[in-house]
DNA sequence: CTATTCCTTTAACAAATGATAAATAATTAT
DNA sequence: ATAATTATTTATCATTTGTTAAAGGAATAG
């Protein structure tokens, strides 16, 4: 539960007891390569924090395989489209490299709400976050070419190395052809 | 204030005694078209309620002014990159139609988050739901063409005809040049 | 270790959008 | 009402990205 401490302590400092509280409601688990954390049609009632390894959220669309965000060790990953409204989600969550996550129970976190005020603080700073990342991403989307946000993402980390060029490329907006002529017109 | 506390209500209900206490954060007041409700580089301190007008948040990337979103009758519009980090806004809020608006002192708002619990749930829950308005926006500007996003965007609210055309180029990623073409095909 | 499958690159052509310039239309200030 | 300014359209050409197809590489299962 340390490294979820650390990554909590940087939005909000809750109370032990608050913290004690939040131990209860999450569960440890490894995962491999590829497998699925969570399923298409699911409604989200999980957020999970990634201890180690790569992650994707990613849908379908007509067909195509698209992928939405990437997570990497130290940070949390959620549907938030379905964790917020209720609804179904029409995402998969999917392992890229081998990982070690906490999942917290969102319905019993979200009940812990009334009960602490300050977990209730503590994840809505965390989400209000993650709200103005999103935000930003959209200017990235929206003002640069494809040659310019690719070498955004380079430089952003470089965990990029290790992800598939096709999931990279849908991420970005672009066909995976697409991508490969950029990366060969950098060299 | 009936306006603002419909749209509250929508999300979350809040006691009489936290409207009281929101009451006194408030205050009404009207705008003229063109005019700038907030200037680039301050730090965002207030959300706004339309209760009725148009207004838009912009930037300027490269001396090219770029909206970044539309806000209408109803809704709310706050600089939020700037209000969740406590940074200066490189943004600016202009009126497009004359306006009544509401100013909620934020910073008197996260005060009153301490002592009402309701009302920082309340606002928890308003920002989450734009999260993910704006989750959703992403996957409009990266798998739609220009064509389809005007069209949805015409779908969605037809305050887009009394819009100036460069605003909605912008904030459709195009040029305005691209967009006259995208009407004209249209027709 | 080999065969199979999946991933990435390359090429040729098509389509969408950008850049620039000029003409027309609409709005605003005087 | 008129002039000045600002917004929109149209046209041409350049650039970027998409589409399709084929070949070469890398990873995986048996």
Redesign the interface.
């Known amino acids: 539960m340390t490294d979820l401490y650390n990554f909590l302590d940087q939005h909000y400092k809750i109370a032990p007891t608050s913290k004690l509280a939040l131990d209860e409601i999450c569960i440890s688990s490894s995962l491999k390569k590829n497998e699925l954390l969570q399923n298409f049609g699911q409604t989200c009632k999980t957020i999970y924090f990634l201890k180690e390894g790569i992650a994707r959220i990613f849908y379908l669309?007509d067909g195509i395989d698209?992928t939405?965000s990437f997570s990497f060790q130290g940070n949390i990953i959620a549907r938030?489209?379905s964790l917020?409204?209720g609804k179904p989600s029409q995402k998969a969550i999917q392992i890229l490299e081998d990982a070690e996550i906490i999942a917290i129970n969102a319905t019993k976190l979200f009940k812990l709400?009334d009960t602490h005020?300050d977990i209730?603080?503590l994840f809505?700073i965390i989400?209000?976050?993650?709200?103005?990342d999103?935000?930003?991403?959209?200017?990235s989307?929206?003002?640069h070419s494809a040659d310019e946000r690719y070498k955004a993402l380079l430089d952003e980390t470089n965990y990029v190395q290790r992800i598939p060029l096709k999931h990279i490329a849908s991420y970005l907006?672009i066909t995976q052809v697409s991508l490969s002529r950029i990366r060969a017109n950098i060299k």
Chains 1, 2 share one sequence.
Request: aromatic share 18%.
């Open positions: 669309k698209i939405e938030v489209e917020f409204t709400y005020h209730e603080r809505r989400f209000e976050h993650a709200y103005v999103t935000v930003n991403r959209i200017e989307i929206q003002f907006g």
